[in-house]
């Protein structure tokens, strides 16, 4: 006996389902939450911030490492955030407490890993006072090259409506600002993770140029 066909999906199917796609998928999620996220444009800023100085104090590899997955873990939890946020509201067309307070407890899940990443970088600092009170030279270079850096990624992720040209601007003046301080890093890893949000920051300006354009149904 033939079993019934299946009803149609309400979904509309994904563009392709192979390696590529997944990742490009996944690429889309993490811009998603980019434009749509204002905590997620802050840790992302403060991730630059932790690149520049990563990049400009010689510090150990345990204290590198350390450094990174911070960042990383905080963005992941971010992203797992903004998932459940759109998962509660999907099952939740209107107000519950329930749904209020999942929401409230993923976002101190975020808010804890934010603090604790802050006393973890403090307490590198403090540990390597020795090589910040020597490093005055890569100091003021970070600072000199740092600030336009992270002021030109600053305005690519800002939601507000601009002319095209000042996004093409602000990327190329963060890309010319990137490869200066690359030439004298202390670590081509943080600078690779600078460069990597860089490109992130632009990605979702462009994303959500094209999204404005779009025409609305």
């Known amino acids: 006996m033939n079993a019934p066909p299946r009803p149609p999906s309400s979904f509309p199917p994904r563009h392709g389902s192979g390696l590529l796609a997944s990742f490009g998928h996944a690429w889309a999620g993490l811009i998603h ?5 204002r905590n997620m444009r802050i840790h992302l800023i403060a991730a630059v911030l932790v690149g520049l100085v990563g ?53 101190a899940g975020v808010l804890v890993l934010a603090l604790g990443t802050v006393v973890i970088f403090a307490a590198i600092l403090v540990h390597n006072w020795d090589t910040v009170r020597t490093s005055t030279d890569a100091i003021i270079r970070q600072v000199a090259l740092g600030l336009p850096l992270t002021a030109c990624i600053l305005v690519l992720v800002l939601p507000q409506r601009r002319p095209a040209w000042v996004d093409v601007a602000a990327f190329t003046a963060g890309g010319v600002l990137m490869a200066l301080q690359a030439t004298q890093t202390a670590s081509s890893v943080f600078s690779a993770l600078t460069a990597g949000l860089l490109f992130v920051a632009g990605a979702a300006a462009y994303q959500r140029r094209r999204e404005q354009r779009a025409p609305r149904a």
Do not use: M, P, W
């Open 33 to 37: 939450t980019v434009i749509y996220q």
């Open 55 to 107: 990049s400009g104090i010689a510090l150990g590899l345990a204290e590198k490492v350390t450094l990174i997955f911070c960042v990383l873990l905080i963005f992941f939890a971010e992203i797992l955030n903004s998932a459940l946020e759109h998962l509660v509201d999907l099952a939740v067309q209107q107000f519950d407490e329930k749904a209020r307070l999942a929401k409230d407890a993923a976002a």
